[in-house]
Structures are given as C-alpha cells and as structure tokens.
C-alpha cells in the first residue's frame, strides 16, 4: 500500500510503518460506511425521530460499562504478548476472565446509572432496552483476541473481522427494515452486533492453528495485569465521559426525539475521527526515531504533524458546515433536518479531536501519562458543566456547543502546564496556519 508523501518525514519510512496500520485504516473506513449507511442513513429513514433516539440511547449508557469492563487490558496484553510470546495462553486466559467477570459486574451498574439518570425525568428508554445491549459489555472479553493479532502486526486479520462483521450486522439490520419489525429486534440487533465481533474473532484466532482450550488462568497474573493496566482503564473512562457525555445527558431535559436528530450530526461529525488515529499511529514510530536522533528534527516533524492534523481538519468542517443543509436534504428525511445547524457546529471540534490525537501520543511519548489523563479529565468536567447550562436553555445545539468547547479547552489545557506550553504553542502556530505560511514563504 502506498501512501502520499508528508513534508518532514521519509517516505521509504513511512511506508514500513504503515504497512500494517494500512489493513487498519481500510478496516476502519469499510466500518465507517457500512455503519453510516446503514446504522445513520436507513434506520433514521425507517423509525421516527423518536424511535431513533430511543434506539441510540442505550448504547450510549452501556459506552461508559463497557470502558469499565474492558479493564485497560487491551494495549497492556499486547504489550505484554510482544514481550512474553511464550505465555501467549496464560495472558489471554487471564486477561478474558478478568474482563468477563468486570462485564457481569458491570449489570447491577447500569441499572443505577438508569435511576441517576431517570432523576431529572422519567427517561423514554425503557431500562429493558438498555440492559438488553448491556449485555455487549460481557461478550466483549472475546475481543481480548484483537490484542493478539495487534502483538503479531496482523492487521489484514483484525480487518477481516471488523469489515465481515459490519457487513453480517448490515444485512441483519436491512432485513429487519424490509420485514418491517418492530423497534425491540433493532435493540437486540445491537447485542447482535458485538456477538458477531466476538465470533469472528474466535473463529480467525481458532483458524489460526490457535485454540482457546489452551487459555489459563493465573491468580498471580491477575494482581500485575490490574496493577499496571488500572490506569489505562481509568483513562478510557474519561476518554469515555469526555466523548459521549452530551448523548446521555439530552434525553435528561429534552424528549428522546431530539437525541434521535442529534445522534445524526454527532454521527455525521465523528465519522472522520478515526483519520487522525490512522496517520499518528502509522508516522509516530518515524517521529520518535528523530527524537533519539536529532531533536531539532522531532520538534519540525510534531510541527508538521499538526500542521497536516489542522489542514485535514478545517478542510472537512468547512465542508460540512457549508454543506449541512444540502446534506440532511440529500439523506435525510424532513423530521431530521433541524439537525443541520447542529452539525454545522459539531464538525468543528474535529479540528480539535485532530490536534488531541496527535498531542496525545506527544504526552505519551514524554512520559506524561498522568497529563495525558488530566487534560482528559478537565475536558469530561466542561463537557458535563456546560451540558448542564446549554442543553436545557438551548436544546441540542447548546449540547454541541458544549462539545466543540470542551474538546478546544482539553486539546489545549497544556498550555497551562510550563513544561508542555511549547507544544501548545506549536499547535495555535498550526490552527492559526502561521506556520503553513511560513513554509510557503521559505519556499
């Protein structure tokens, strides 16, 4: 797979590393439509704005168990498997119990979050919806196979899952609209979903010469996997709350038709985020060579980074905004249509999901793992403040105002800490395109 050249990076690289995160991108983008079309499109077309919302909704709660089940295991087992191919069984073995018994723990969970949220106003999703894709947060212990193929830098594997399953769970949903069933078949089309993943995963792993009888479990395993990984799951928390806060917080003082118009923005908006992932993953390794090598030539190349982060970005959320009203006309039935100007307001915090995702993986490699976290957690408590004052004033669109907010002050809350404010500082260079400029004036 050939990828274009990116000014400050060498290409021969960048076409190793990229190698396997490719299988990756094709992997997400084949997601991406499949799920749109299907998911965003064709179910908004066929239930009412209600219905949709009603739908959304339980996914939304079950976002936050399942970050809390997945226990932060999956980067650390396969870290761990790169190191210590040899206890392949007893690391998966152990990792799936521990993250199955969290699922089942994670039930009695979600029928509190229900009443919490039920506080404010009896919400519409009725808790049996929710409990039913609840359900996801146990069948994903088997996605503890993907840290597998990740160790192994099998990507096309991860890509055949993802892409099959996608395209399994579209079917499912397109005959369900054409037999015309009822909204409860599309609820449990959710919990479907995650049973097909986790299949497909057993299936390649199994296919594989690979078997999981062989799995173990080792009690003095558990206490070092929970000891090192608890940070990672209290970051995916955050990364959680910070994320998918607005969506759970909407039906609480607006009816669950107004979350169905504004799951369409907020769907229309994330789709791009999975670019930003792709490329850091895939030119990082080029990034930190030049740091043990040259430093100067680091700092030119995490400027470039944010430079291509920025121009990716803007050039999407002027797109889209521009283009909102003839987009929800185009796809979208009439009752969605107020949704336009939400999206013409959400698609800007890309430009800062963007810059996040490539300073994150700054943060982590300067080992600032507790700033990594921080800045999250400062993003989910403005989220959360500003949803409790714009969504009952304003309605969805204060929501995504709270949205493009809080991502802009996370993004940049380095700005505050003295050893990081450089990187800040390079990163308004690049929103403000001064430094775009200034290669195109040196030129």
């Keep these: 797979m050939r990828i274009p050249s990116i000014p400050g990076f060498d290409q021969q690289a960048l076409e190793k590393y990229f190698k396997n995160t490719g299988w990756l991108l094709i992997a997400r983008v084949g997601s991406m439509v499949v799920k749109f079309v299907i998911n965003s499109v064709l179910l908004s077309r066929y239930l009412s704005t209600a219905e949709f919302g009603i739908l959304n909704y339980p996914m939304a709660i079950v976002t936050f168990t399942m970050a809390i089940a997945a226990l932060g295991l999956d980067g650390f087992i396969t870290r761990e498997l790169i190191t210590h191919p040899e206890k392949k069984d007893t690391l998966l073995g152990t990792a799936f119990w521990l993250r199955l018994t969290a699922g089942l723990g994670t039930l009695p969970l979600v029928f509190l979050i229900y009443v919490l949220l039920s506080l404010a106003k009896p919400l519409e999703t009725p808790f049996s919806y929710v409990l039913i894709v609840a359900f996801t947060s146990i069948v994903q212990s088997a996605n503890i196979i993907d840290s597998f193929f990740q160790s192994k830098v099998q990507g096309k594997s991860i890509m055949y899952v993802q892409v099959s399953g ?227 004033k304003y309605g969805i669109i204060g929501a995504a105002y709270a949205t493009l907010i809080a991502y802009a002050v996370a993004t940049f809350f380095i700005l505050f800490i003295p050893k990081t404010r450089h990187q800040g500082v390079m990163m308004l260079k690049s929103l403000f395109l001064i430094s775009l400029f200034q290669k195109i004036v040196k030129r």
């Design 166 to 392: 996608n395209i399994i769970s579209a079917l499912v949903k397109l005959l369900f609209v054409i037999l015309q069933l009822p909204l409860i078949w599309f609820v449990y089309s959710l919990l479907f979903d995650a049973v097909i993943l986790a299949l497909g995963y057993l299936l390649i792993y199994q296919k594989g010469g690979n078997h999981i009888r062989s799995w173990r479990y080792d009690g003095r395993l558990t206490s070092y996997l929970l000891k090192h990984s608890w940070p990672l799951a209290f970051s995916a928390i955050l990364v959680t709350i910070y994320m998918k806060i607005d969506q759970v917080m909407i039906p609480m003082y607006v009816k669950a038709s107004q979350l169905g118009i504004y799951t369409t923005a907020a769907s229309l908006s994330e789709n791009w985020y999975f670019i930003p992932v792709a490329i850091v993953t895939s030119v990082f390794p080029a990034i930190m060579h030049a740091r043990k090598t040259d430093i100067e030539r680091y700092y030119k190349r995490l400027q470039n980074m944010y430079d291509l982060m920025v121009v990716l970005s803007v050039g999407i959320a002027v797109v889209m905004s521009l283009g909102s009203n003839l987009i929800y006309h185009l796809l979208y039935t009439k009752p969605y249509w107020p949704a336009a100007p939400v999206l013409a307001v959400h698609v800007w915090a890309g430009v800062f999901v963007f810059l996040g995702s490539a300073s994150g993986q700054y943060l982590i490699a300067e080992g600032y793992f507790k700033l990594s976290m921080l800045r999250t957690g400062v993003g989910a408590i403005v989220n959360i403040v500003l949803n409790l004052f714009f969504i009952p």
